[in-house]
């Protein structure tokens, strides 16, 4: 399969589940879940995926709150560390893990 349709399908099983959980005040909710894993799994393969979903301003929003950061961060591992500002702050956050990823893709 080739991995655009993988991490989409993966994407659309990711947000089945968080809707499932939506009711739940814990944060790791969203994440624990195999869709979430199989796509940190992908790699460095699916930055530049996650990187065109994170930008947009369709219902993919609610993922920037929840998982896309926390996708990057994974991936990324030490690379990725936002500064103090940013943490606890989703936009200061989402506008750091966005300006890294326009770093990190175009030195590619």
């Excluded at 005040?25 to 992908?42: E, G």
């Excluded at 943490?87 to 966005?98: C, L």
Aim: aromatic content about 10%.
């Amino acid at each position: 399969m080739e991995i655009r349709a993988e991490f989409d399908a993966l994407v659309t099983q990711w947000k089945a589940h968080c809707q499932g959980v939506s009711a739940s005040s814990n944060a790791d909710a969203y994440t624990d879940c195999d869709p979430y894993r199989q796509i940190v799994a992908l790699g460095e393969n699916a930055l530049p995926l996650i990187h065109e979903r994170y930008r947009g301003n369709d219902d993919e929003a609610f993922f920037s709150v929840f998982g896309w950061a926390s996708a990057v961060r994974e991936i990324a591992r030490e690379a990725l560390e936002p500064p103090d500002e940013a943490k606890g702050n989703v936009m200061k956050t989402r506008d750091f893990v966005i300006g890294w990823l326009n770093e990190t893709l175009t030195q590619e």
